[in-house]
């Protein structure tokens, strides 16, 4: 089956720790996005890659890094200098240039513990 | 920064209603488009309209669109317990060189009871 995942689904962190989100898609999308949601709040993007090897800051980037090795991957790394890492992150995937429809992963709840 | 603006926050209906969700937005767009998420999942793409289009339907919903005012509205018609969820309005501007960078509202959570 077509589709994107993300791993793992919980993640507990300490403070001062860096931990990696996976993300993985397998449907051939040039695109790929992180987003960030807070409760109550709305997506707010992280950082976005429109091709392999590319990669550009979103709004709220500070605290995170992304690498794009593959088309089909695309991890991030909370590192210990995001203050505030507790949310839900969930990652993205649409067919780029054109097709502006994104397809989300489950997500990943992370907690700082 | 947010670009879209929900309204209401929260919207309780019975079943076999109609839900009718507002979105306002700021910027000048490509296109907007409505997602559904469920509690603690990953977000559904339901409809896309284009900013040259009025209004766009798909199975019972409705999407319109007013570029003039810079809003949009989701119309859910004869509504069932399983729309219960939230609803999402993203807003697409465009990225230089091609793909798109959609921004999303804070969210109508709907309730639909029996």
């Known amino acids: 089956d077509g589709g994107i995942t993300q791993s793992p689904k919980y993640l507990f962190r300490k403070e001062g720790q860096n931990v990696t989100l996976s993300c993985e898609q397998n449907?051939?999308?040039?695109?790929m996005y992180w987003y960030r949601q807070d409760p109550g709040q709305g997506l707010r993007l992280i950082y976005y890659s429109q091709i392999v090897n590319d990669f550009q800051k979103g709004d709220i980037a500070e605290g995170y890094s992304v690498s794009r090795e593959k088309k089909e991957s695309f991890p991030l790394t909370v590192t210990s200098a995001q203050k505030n890492p507790t949310a839900f992150y969930l990652c993205a995937s649409s067919i780029n240039p054109h097709r502006a429809e994104a397809f989300f992963g489950q997500g990943t709840r992370l907690t700082v513990v | 920064s947010q670009q879209g603006e929900e309204d209401p926050q929260a919207l309780s209906i019975q079943e076999g209603e109609n839900a009718t969700m507002n979105c306002s937005y700021k910027?000048?767009?490509?296109?907007l488009q409505w997602y559904r998420q469920n509690s603690g999942r990953g977000l559904v793409h339901l409809i896309l309209i284009r900013s040259n289009e009025r209004e766009k339907h798909s199975g019972r919903l409705r999407v319109t669109l007013d570029t003039s005012k810079k809003s949009s509205s989701l119309l859910i018609t004869a509504s069932r317990a399983a729309d219960t969820a939230s609803y999402f309005c993203a807003t697409d501007a465009g990225l230089t060189g091609g793909g798109n960078k959609l921004t999303f509202g804070t969210g109508t959570q709907l309730k639909v009871e029996l």
């Open positions: 910027t000048s767009i490509n296109n």
């Open positions: 449907l051939n999308h040039d695109a």
